[in-house]
């Protein structure tokens, strides 16, 4: 089994950042590929960013390209988040998931571990 815990999430003004965090523990893959996902109340859970586990490769959703960076920090088993520019509609829970293989998927269900959420909540 896989534990993710996300941390980092917050209350920020417009234009302002945060990281968020992912840390993995548990069952470990040869090869494994971490997913960002948001959801805002009301909304389906949308596809934010992705990267291969060995830190290469990285997919991003069109709505946060050039102001989020996905990284990952393998001796610590941890993803990250860097959001910068935020705006009000970035507003929402942020999850970070797993799947086996080292394709990068933007399709939830397609992800076999989920971490509970951290809340990001971006004022105007």
């Known amino acids: 089994q896989v534990q993710l815990v996300e941390s980092g999430g917050g209350l920020v003004q417009a234009g302002g950042s945060l990281r968020l965090s992912c840390a993995a523990s548990?069952?470990?893959?040869?090869?494994?590929?971490m997913g960002w996902f948001r959801q805002a109340p009301g909304k389906e859970r949308e596809f934010v960013a992705a990267i291969i586990g060995s830190g290469g490769s990285t997919y991003y959703a069109d709505s946060v390209k050039g102001r989020f960076t996905i990284s990952s920090d393998n001796a610590k088993n941890t993803v990250y988040l860097q959001m910068n520019s935020l705006k009000p509609e970035d507003t929402a829970v942020y999850y970070c998931?797993?799947?086996?293989?080292?394709?990068?998927?933007?399709?939830?269900?397609?992800?076999?571990?989920w971490g509970q959420g951290t809340q990001v909540t971006v004022s105007s």
């Open positions: 548990g069952r470990t893959f040869s090869s494994y590929a």
């Open positions: 998931a797993l799947r086996p293989g080292s394709y990068l998927i933007s399709q939830g269900g397609r992800y076999d571990y």
